[in-house]
Every structure is written in structure tokens, then in C-alpha cells.
């Protein structure tokens, strides 16, 4: 199985990689997800690490169990050969109401057939009001093509 673009990255081909990560993060699919990872990939997500399909598939199933009508947005920061720098800002609510931003940097590297063997991420939030909101598009389809990106948005 192969997943492209595949390294080495382009400027190009880093962003259309940034992108359709983005845009499968958006569908809140575990499964489908995890497909864009190695079966052996090792993650590192906040302070919880783990490895392998399986365990990815768990980590999200928990977080978009908690993080509700999650939306995000993903920017490449830098590139060189397999690896990609990511910088990133996503909003959810929480079951009682309270909205939240989270912003964070990916740091990824990539195995020859395009899936991601190494993910490391770092992130912090913040409780938001409603009315500070950023991310509006339909819930169920990634974000439009003409909606601000994190550079436009003063992130």
C-alpha cells in the first residue's frame, strides 16, 4: 500500500501532504485515520505515547469522545526529505458547553511508501467563548478552500 505524495517532499507535495491530513483529521474517522500511519507507527500525543494501528485507533476514539464538533486547522511550518513540521489549531466543546482552542506543532517522519512512521505531537488549549470561534464550515466536510487558514487568522 502506498499513501502519496511520497517522500522526498517537495514545497509543494508538504503542503498537499499537510492537507489531506487535515482533511482526514476533519472526518473524526479513527479507522479511516489510522490508515495514513505505518502498522508499527509511534506516536507521541500531549503526555500519552503509543504505538501501532490499534493503539492510534484507541487514542482518537477517546479524544473525539470528549473533544465534540471538533474542527481543524493544519499549516506546514517546514520540510526536509522524509520529514515534516506541522503547526496546528483545532476548536471543540467539552459535553457541558465549553469551548476550547488548542494549538500545537507535529513533528512527522514518513516511510518511503508515504505513510507516517513517527508522529510527535505537542499541544496546549485554552478555554474559548462561543463568540470567539474561528473554525465555521459544515461539521460533516473538510474545511472549504476559501476559509482562512491559521497565517490569515493571526495564528
Given at each position: 500500500?502506498?499513501?502519496?505524495p511520497?517522500p522526498p517532499?517537495?514545497r509543494?507535495?508538504?503542503i498537499?501532504?499537510?492537507?489531506a491530513?487535515e482533511?482526514?483529521?476533519n472526518?473524526r474517522?479513527p479507522?479511516k485515520v489510522?490508515l495514513a500511519y505505518?502498522?508499527?507507527?509511534?506516536?507521541?500525543n500531549?503526555a500519552?505515547?503509543?504505538?501501532g494501528?490499534a493503539a492510534?485507533?484507541g487514542?482518537?476514539?477517546?479524544?473525539?469522545t470528549?473533544?465534540l464538533?471538533?474542527r481543524?486547522i493544519?499549516e506546514?511550518?517546514?520540510h526536509?526529505?522524509n520529514?515534516?513540521a506541522?503547526r496546528f489549531?483545532?476548536?471543540?466543546?467539552?459535553?457541558?458547553g465549553?469551548w476550547y482552542?488548542?494549538?500545537?506543532?507535529?513533528?512527522?517522519?514518513?516511510?518511503?511508501?508515504?505513510?507516517m512512521?513517527?508522529r510527535l505531537a505537542?499541544?496546549?488549549e485554552?478555554?474559548?467563548?462561543?463568540s470567539?470561534?474561528k473554525?465555521?464550515?459544515?461539521?460533516n466536510?473538510?474545511?472549504?478552500?476559501?476559509?482562512?487558514?491559521?497565517?490569515d487568522?493571526?495564528?
Amino acid at each position: 500500500m502506498s499513501r502519496p505524495p511520497l517522500p522526498p517532499f517537495t514545497r509543494e507535495t508538504a503542503i498537499q501532504k499537510v492537507r489531506a491530513a487535515e482533511d482526514g483529521w476533519n472526518t473524526r474517522n479513527p479507522e479511516k485515520v489510522s490508515l495514513a500511519y505505518t502498522e508499527d507507527c509511534y506516536w507521541r500525543n500531549r503526555a500519552e505515547f503509543v504505538t501501532g494501528r490499534a493503539a492510534i485507533v484507541g487514542l482518537l476514539q477517546r479524544k473525539w469522545t470528549r473533544e465534540l464538533e471538533y474542527r481543524l486547522i493544519k499549516e506546514l511550518w517546514a520540510h526536509d526529505g522524509n520529514r515534516i513540521a506541522v503547526r496546528f489549531a483545532y476548536e471543540y466543546h467539552d459535553d457541558s458547553g465549553q469551548w476550547y482552542r488548542a494549538y500545537g506543532n507535529e513533528n512527522w517522519e514518513f516511510a518511503e511508501d508515504g505513510l507516517m512512521q513517527r508522529r510527535l505531537a505537542s499541544i496546549n488549549e485554552h478555554p474559548i467563548a462561543a463568540s470567539e470561534r474561528k473554525f465555521h464550515w459544515d461539521i460533516n466536510a473538510p474545511r472549504p478552500a476559501d476559509h482562512a487558514g491559521l497565517s490569515d487568522l493571526g495564528f
